[in-house]
């Protein structure tokens, strides 16, 4: 089992920044790949980014590519997702995940989310 805990949501004029983290627990950090997700009101969830256990190699959604910045700290159990260039339509709940290190997995284990508010 892998617990996962967000923080660092808020409320954040357009054109501000956030920086959400994901504190994990459990199981070897290292041996997971991590995801940020979204989910806006009335909207499914979408992938904003991932990192691989290593940090070495990231993935973005179009929509945030160039303003958002995966990272991770093996050494604290944390995955952060820095924001900048906040426009309204980022506007969602954030969702980290965690995705074992195997070919075809999927994101299984998830956190409970943090409000990200942009206002215009």
């Known amino acids: 089992q892998v617990q996962l805990v967000e923080s660092g949501g808020g409320l954040v004029q357009a054109g501000g920044s956030l920086r959400l983290s994901c504190a994990a627990s459990?199981?070897?950090?290292?041996?997971?790949?991590m995801g940020w997700f979204r989910q806006a009101p009335e909207k499914e969830r979408e992938f904003v980014a991932e990192?691989?256990?290593?940090?070495?190699?990231?993935y973005y959604a179009d929509s945030v590519k160039g303003r958002f910045t995966i990272s991770r700290d093996n050494a604290k159990n944390t995955v952060y997702l820095q924001m900048n260039s906040l426009k309204p339509e980022d506007t969602a709940v954030y969702y980290c995940?965690?995705?074992?290190?195997?070919?075809?997995?999927?994101?299984?284990?998830w956190g409970q989310g943090t409000q990200v508010t942009v206002s215009s």
């Open positions: 995940a965690a995705k074992p290190v195997v070919a075809g997995a999927r994101y299984n284990y």
């Open positions: 459990g199981r070897t950090f290292s041996g997971y790949a």
């Open positions: 990192i691989i256990w290593s940090g070495l190699i990231t």
